[in-house]
């Protein structure tokens, strides 16, 4: 099955007179050039708390087989495929209708994709692939963080006896535990990412055959990749971002995406504290090292 891409994968730092010639009667599906942009990126109880208990499920997460099948484009800065969160245990076999691979790169090979992580893709345009693997892998493999954990969030296995030092113990999973990743690596460690990467992501996203496209980055203005992705029946789902809490900070605005903010959450995390003068305090709230210094 050939693919036409929806998107010119050109890229360049203004538009120019060569590119005025793309308005022309000769070019009917060109609807905008623009310069290629700068993007930057933005629990073990979180899905009990919003009443998506895994051990007594509710009528969402029966009716929806707790993601079984579905295919989640991830857009991010890559996976770390080794974590218990995208263990294939169990899982049957990667779903015909799927048409995406799996590239092979520094630290990553055929190996590391499986019944869990069924697709796996990185983009460079705009970038210096040199400087790049000064930072990072040139590959789907994460090497900042943000990649792994948003996908997690969403798709991550069941992992039973979860903590952090002890910390949050319980189950850690996804929202959709049963889903399929597809992993778009187009945001890199420590290096700003650019539209046309983006766009060559979801280009991709769109034909291998996603169900649900996720982005925790931040897009200046409406994105029409998105847009042609949600016509193509594809849910796209955006970060609000990482600003606040102010009024009017809320990026990722546009009418045809989801826009899923943070929350708060009914728990916390008391410790006990024992001073010199052996007087116990528990306290509560967040200890960062200025309150450390000052004491």
């Not at 899982?91 to 190996?111: E, F, H, I, M, T």
């Not at 954990?149 to 991550?156: C, E, I, L, Q, V």
């Not at 952090?164 to 290096?191: C, E, M, Q, S």
Request: hydrophobic fraction near 40%.
């Amino acid at each position: 099955m050939s693919h036409a891409p929806q998107f010119s994968r050109r890229t360049a730092s203004k538009i120019s007179e060569p590119f005025l010639p793309l308005f022309s009667a000769d070019f009917p599906d060109v609807i905008s050039a623009q310069p290629s942009r700068r993007l930057r990126a933005a629990t073990t109880r979180s899905w009990d708390f919003l009443n998506l208990n895994y051990q007594m499920p509710n009528n969402l997460l029966n009716k929806g087989r707790y993601g079984e099948d579905v295919i989640i484009g991830v857009v991010d800065t890559g996976i770390w495929p080794e974590s218990r969160s995208f263990s294939d245990e169990g899982y049957g076999p990667v779903p015909s209708r799927w048409r995406g691979k799996c590239d092979v790169g520094q630290a990553w090979d055929l190996n590391n994709c499986s019944r869990k992580i069924i697709g796996a893709r990185f983009y460079t345009a705009g970038l210096d692939e040199e400087e790049l693997k000064k930072v990072d892998y040139l590959s789907p493999r994460d090497a900042e963080g943000h990649g792994t954990h948003t996908a997690s969030t969403a798709a991550g296995s069941v992992v039973e006896g979860a903590s952090f030092h002890g910390l949050a113990a319980g189950v850690a999973r996804g929202g959709a535990p049963h889903a399929r990743i597809a992993v778009y690596k187009a945001l890199w460690r420590g290096v700003d990412s650019t539209d046309a990467a983006l766009l060559a992501a979801i280009d991709d996203a769109i034909h291998d055959g996603v169900d649900v496209l996720s982005l925790s980055l931040i897009v200046e203005e409406n994105s029409f990749g998105a847009l042609h992705a949600v016509q193509k029946g594809i849910t796209v789902v955006y970060a609000a971002g990482n600003s606040g809490p102010a009024p009017q900070v809320v990026g990722n605005t546009a009418p045809w995406v989801i826009t899923v903010a943070a929350s708060k959450i009914d728990r916390s995390f008391p410790t006990a504290i024992t001073l010199g003068n052996k007087q116990r305090i528990v306290v509560s709230n967040r200890i960062t090292w200025k309150h450390l210094n000052d004491s």
